[in-house]
């Protein structure tokens, strides 16, 4: 008699259930919904980028295009990186070293985390916090610790989320072994100030932690010069901060630089001591990254250089890229608000936060399912059952707005990794507005609830 084929998975995979975004992006699908949940624009890709991939493609005689190329990045798409970080930083960044090309932003993250976090080691995180830095960091071995951001009662914009640097300090130990900061910040759309990373810098170097930077949004900002309708706050990054580009890894993405999502293509930059152990997982693991899409970035940037330097009003990244998110952030604005959402004015990035609970006509989820539960026979006469946490509320309405408007959003609550704070945030979504106009118009046409 054979034994029953019933492998168990290994301990640190932990919760196998569906993902927040697996599970909307799938309801969306189901329902036809507009989808404003996932974050990656639906309108034509620059065409600058896709033209220059395009000319690549057309040169089969292109070995340097089409065949494996350096594991560590493309050499023409290193130096390029070098040259634009060498000036965002104030540091000399060294192409051979200091950077590492990964297959999307994610990547990075988890090799940043299996390098350097040991068995037990805890890690700060910034919550809310975007999904996939608690699972990584277990998976390493680390534990994620959250340090809670408030936004007091009245605030309108993202900038107003406040860090507690007492309790953010107090959480620190002789286990701490780095803080994760995201700056633009996702999901609020916060910006940090210079004064805010400054602190969190000033902590880092009183415990020796290793900071994990992620700007993935970094371009979706820009304060060179002064044109109504585009954001005006300054972006650190946060390796140019006095002493922290050598206790710094920095995560970019050009998915994110470029609107093209689906290239995956990300890197980490950081000083030779602390991108080595990164590169030592990326040889064993991924061992190269797509080279016409390396190319073709390095190419784009190289185009884009001198233009964001000397040219801004013609720059993509510079000028035209935040001038249309900030029109479609206006425009969102003013949609959730004639549809009795209260919304969270964004300082960057292409998400914005809304509270929900003054819409009208929306079920009460939380008291629909009390009295489902109180209803049901004979409960009155059986013991009390084992407490079962039920979902947060904005995860029961963004599947209602899902399934009864056909507008897919994410709940914030997916953005919080203990029930007890989930449940004590759950009266907002978040959307991206970074779509198409027609997007954007079906969405506001699929509300019944818009007035």
């Avoid at 994990?212 to 954001?231: I, K, L, P, R, S």
Wanted: glycine share 6%; charged share 25%; with cysteine.
């Amino acid at each position: 008699m054979s034994t029953p084929f019933n492998p168990v998975p290994a301990e640190r995979v932990g919760d196998q259930s569906a993902s927040i975004w697996t599970e909307f992006a799938a309801l969306a699908v189901e329902n036809k919904a507009v989808n404003l949940g996932q974050g990656f624009p639906d309108g034509p890709a620059p065409k600058f980028v896709t033209d220059i991939l395009k000319k690549i493609s057309k040169k089969p005689e292109m070995v340097d295009g089409h065949q494996y190329t350096r594991g560590y990045g493309h050499p023409k798409l290193v130096e390029t990186l070098a040259k634009w970080y060498s000036h965002l930083y104030g540091v000399a960044v060294n192409a051979s070293d200091d950077i590492l090309i990964t297959v999307g932003a994610y990547h990075a993250l988890y090799y940043a985390f299996l390098a350097w976090i040991h068995e037990g080691n805890e890690v700060i995180i910034i919550e809310p916090a975007f999904d996939c830095y608690g699972p990584q960091i277990k998976f390493a071995g680390g534990i994620p610790v959250p340090v809670l951001m408030k936004l007091p009662d009245g605030a309108t914009r993202a900038c107003d989320f406040e860090i507690d640097f007492v309790e953010l300090e107090a959480k620190i130990n002789t286990e701490t072994k780095m803080i994760v900061i995201n700056n633009p910040h996702n999901p609020t759309g916060k910006l940090f100030s210079y004064s805010e990373l400054e602190r969190i810098a000033n902590l880092a170097k009183k415990y020796n932690l290793i900071v994990v930077a992620d700007e993935v949004y970094e371009f979706h900002v820009e304060n060179t010069f002064n044109v109504q309708g585009v954001w005006k706050m300054e972006m650190v990054r946060f390796a140019s901060l006095p002493g922290m580009y050598e206790r710094t890894i920095s995560i970019g993405s050009a998915g994110k630089i470029f609107s093209v999502t689906g290239w995956k293509l990300g890197w980490a930059i950081a000083p030779k001591n602390l991108l080595a152990p990164l590169k030592t997982i990326h040889q064993n693991c991924a061992s190269s990254c797509s080279t016409p899409t390396q190319l073709a970035v390095a190419e784009a940037l190289d185009y884009e250089f001198p233009k964001y330097l000397y040219r801004p009003f013609k720059s993509y990244l510079a000028y035209k890229l935040p001038k249309e998110i900030c029109k479609k952030c206006r425009k969102m604005s003013v949609m959730l608000k004639k549809a009795g959402f209260t919304p969270t004015w964004p300082d960057a990035g292409f998400f914005m936060l809304a509270d929900y609970s003054m819409v009208k006509n929306v079920p009460n989820f939380k008291e629909s399912v009390r009295a489902e539960s109180e209803a049901e026979p004979g409960v009155q006469d059986q013991p009390e059952p084992q407490t079962e946490v039920e979902d947060p509320a904005d995860l029961m309405f963004a599947r209602w707005l899902c399934r009864e408007k056909k507008i897919a959003v994410i709940p914030l609550t997916a953005f919080y990794s203990s029930n007890e704070d989930k449940h004590a945030n759950d009266k907002m979504i978040r959307v991206c507005f970074f779509k198409k106009d027609e997007t954007l118009n079906k969405a506001k046409k699929n509300c019944p609830i818009y007035v």
